[in-house]
């Protein structure tokens, strides 16, 4: 702690009558100021709901079985959305909202709400939806794993099998 | 920039050195801080039972009853009362209601462990190690894990999180104090783990079993040398750290040790498994922890093992060994955990149990974080060795070019990684959760007119679920809550038989309804409105209706 304190109060008082510091310090403090802005900027954007619509489908993720979940997902322009088993059955048919805040996906249905969510990666935006069956609120160990959701194309509207 | 050593000596390029790492780890606090204070943002209620204990302690301070039990009437004060003052303190300061604060709070508290943990690496390894160490403690550790589970910037104010800074400090105290075998640093020791205990038993376990242990290889070390100057002065010195321990800790120890004994009946408050741990989610174990940060790490601790860090502060040899032995008594102790839960859930086999596992897995990992840093930087200076001619990684973390340059990688590491660390599930879903948990519940309406309504020692009979929402946060007391929840020095079956039998008694005439209702001092009884006609006795019993919604009936005596 003390070697801490007395580092920082070296440097502080070196930035002041040294111009070698203050060159040192301004520099470094504005290739990490834009640094930071570029990380900020990679996780917040606006992402409109038009963007979202579409046909998903499930990939897999390592170690975690996930083949309870529905195969498909699919977003509607009109606000339906439907999920659809292995075997191309439908598991689930109700209206989605997207909740740009939270960027989450609500749904009139506690079974789905809040289930599905848009998560950032360097490679942009990706939806993903929680492994868990049971309901966000009632987890309280919190398994929050998730799977991720690939777009495959645009709304396909009927059926997801053709 | 000129950077040209003929213009900066060694002693001006450490300085140097020290200012780059102070704003490197500026930049990634304030990375860290951003989605910790969204994940909060708005927020007036948190769904984590644990917020509803803490809460439920924290409504007793501020109601003026501290050292009571505030879920059993007559019990007395069980758990570590540390985040509960904190939250008291800060409830009194802004005049914000407890569970605003208890949910908000976390964001800027649990600041403090980073930056506990970047002192603790300057303070063994020097600046550069420290800033590598924060980024793989901020932004590399926690993977897929949930935030409670692995030490890390997590902004819930939960006892695990937020009083990990507690043990950082604790660690360069316990490494003061046996430099020497003078009685003053051993004391801040002893003290610092007693304060350690008052905010959390996991990390004060492990301190004292460091300095336990230390005290022992010290004297074993001096009887086996015949060294009369050194066995004895050590061995004074950490009886004065157990003293000031003892000292300090007595907020806590004075009523467990003084009113339980130290007796716990309830097991279920150490046999609670984190589900990444069970051997049922082993897929789960492996999908969180087979990542490249765990393989760094491992090879970290070989190097450590086999000395092959450098030495920059002249601090190593003795740095080492408490690494190493924290590592070591983290290891045995989650594994001794761990089983004693296996053995009694699968078996029947009641070992002694100390905490959940997890607590001790969280500071496994702790330690896991400084191998992994500790690794980063002996291959950087590797690299450097054979690719640029440079010097050894401790020579080359005195010098500003080298440090630049790895500075520039990670912070382009931590930037690139940015995007999914500030959307981690530990952000996003818990987040989510609460806001589900606030509009079910109207913002904890319940709650709050519960704790308005209902004097302090209002004893409400109603089924366990109850117990946990709206009534455990709300501070009034219950016949049974769930175990985990419950005071682990009383006899929690007991009391869950004692409510059944009760509840049945609400149904149909019951021998014994009368005598349990006084022997627990039970004023209200506590329904939703749907079971309320199938109970024909509650009536007889409770014929006063106090309350009514569409969730609700309270009913007194």
């Not at chain 2, 408050?269 to 790490?297: E, K, M, P, Q, W």
């Not at chain 2, 959940?356 to 990992?365: G, R, T």
């Not at chain 2, 590491?413 to 500030?422: G, R, S």
């Not at chain 2, 020692?457 to 117990?467: G, K, N, R």
Request: aromatic share 12%; glycine share 6%.
């Amino acid at each position: 702690m003390i070697t801490l304190y007395w580092a920082t109060c070296c440097g502080m008082a070196s930035i002041i009558h040294d111009r070698s510091y203050l060159r040192l310090a301004l520099g470094a403090s504005l290739v990490l100021g834009v640094l930071a802005f570029v990380s900020y900027r990679l996780v917040r954007f606006e992402v409109p709901e038009s963007e979202l619509i579409g046909t998903y489908e499930r990939s897999r993720v390592p170690f975690l079985k996930v083949s309870h979940l529905p195969r498909i997902l699919v977003l509607r322009p009109d606000g339906s959305m439907q999920l659809y088993g292995p075997e191309g059955e439908q598991v689930f048919s109700g209206a989605w909202r997207w909740d740009d805040r939270e960027r989450v996906i609500r749904v009139d249905d506690r079974r789905w709400d809040r289930q599905i969510r848009l998560r950032s990666t360097l490679m942009g935006p990706r939806l993903s939806m929680r492994i868990s069956t049971i309901a966000l609120e009632e987890d309280h160990p919190e398994h929050d794993e998730e799977v991720d959701l690939v777009k495959v194309g645009a709304d396909i509207p009927g059926s997801v099998t053709n | 920039m000129n950077l040209d050593r003929s213009s900066l000596d060694i002693k001006r390029e450490q300085h140097g050195v020290a200012l780059l790492s102070v704003l490197m780890f500026l930049f990634m606090f304030v990375l860290a801080l951003i989605p910790g204070v969204k994940a909060v943002e708005g927020l007036t209620w948190g769904a984590s039972v644990d917020f509803h204990r803490d809460a439920a302690f924290v409504r007793a301070v501020v109601e003026g009853h501290y050292g009571e039990d505030p879920i059993y009437l007559g019990g007395s004060l069980w758990f570590t009362p540390m985040v509960g003052w904190i939250e008291a303190c800060a409830v009194w300061i802004t005049g914000l209601p407890v569970d605003q604060v208890i949910i908000q709070i976390g964001a800027y508290s649990n600041l403090l462990a980073p930056i506990a943990f970047f002192i603790m690496m300057w303070y063994f390894f020097g600046p550069v190690r420290a800033v590598v160490t924060v980024a793989v403690f901020l932004f590399f550790i926690i993977g897929r894990e949930p935030g409670w589970a692995v030490p890390t910037y997590s902004p819930r104010l939960i006892p695990v999180s937020f009083c990990q800074w507690f043990f950082y400090i604790e660690v360069i105290l316990i490494h003061r104090a046996f430099m020497t075998t003078r009685i003053g640093p051993s004391i801040w020791a002893g003290a610092g783990a007693g304060v350690t205990f008052l905010a959390h038993a996991a990390p004060a376990l492990i301190a004292v079993l460091l300095i336990f242990t230390y005290t022992v290889r010290s004297i074993v070390k001096a009887i086996r040398s015949k060294d009369g100057t050194y066995g004895w002065p050590r061995l004074r010195a950490s009886l004065a750290a157990g003293a000031a321990f003892i000292l300090f800790s007595l907020p806590l120890t004075m009523i467990v040790v003084g009113e339980y004994g130290m007796q716990v009946v309830n097991r279920a408050y150490f046999l609670y498994n984190y589900y990444g741990l069970t051997l049922r989610n082993s897929d789960i174990f492996l999908y969180h922890n087979v990542a490249l940060i765990n393989v760094v790490a491992a090879a970290g601790l070989y190097l450590l093992v086999r000395r092959r860090i450098a030495d920059t502060t002249e601090r190593f040899e003795l740095a080492r060994w408490i690494l190493l032995a924290w590592f070591a008594l983290a290891f045995v102790l989650m594994v001794y955990s761990w089983v004693v839960t296996v053995l009694d859930g699968t078996y029947g086999i009641q070992l002694p149990g100390i905490l959940p596992a997890f607590h001790f897995y969280f500071y496994l990992k702790a330690a896991w974080v400084v191998f992994a840093g500790l690794a980063i930087w002996e291959a950087y200076a590797w690299v450097m060795a054979r690719i640029a001619k440079r010097g050894t990684a401790a020579r080359l973390s005195l010098h500003l070019k080298p440090v630049v340059g790895f500075f520039a990688l990670l912070a382009i590491a931590c930037t690139l990684h940015y995007p999914a660390y500030a959307t981690r599930r530990d952000v996003f879903a818990v987040r989510n959760r609460n806001l589900e948990f606030m509009e079910r519940t109207n913002n904890g309406e319940a709650c709050v007119l519960f704790n308005k309504m209902l004097p302090w020692d209002a004893v409400i009979l109603c089924e366990v679920d109850l117990s946990v929402w709206p009534l455990l946060p709300s501070a009034r007391k219950v016949v049974a809550t769930v175990p985990n929840m419950g005071n682990p020095y009383l006899d929690q079956s007991q009391r869950t038989k004692d409510n059944d039998r009760l509840m049945q008694g609400m149904h149909q005439p019951g021998d014994d309804t009368r005598k349990l209702l006084d022997a627990y001092h039970v004023t209200h009884l506590l329904v939703r409105p749907g079971d309320l006609p199938a109970m024909q006795e509650a009536g007889r019993w409770f014929p006063v209706e106090v309350f009514r919604n569409e969730e609700y009936v309270l009913l007194a005596r």
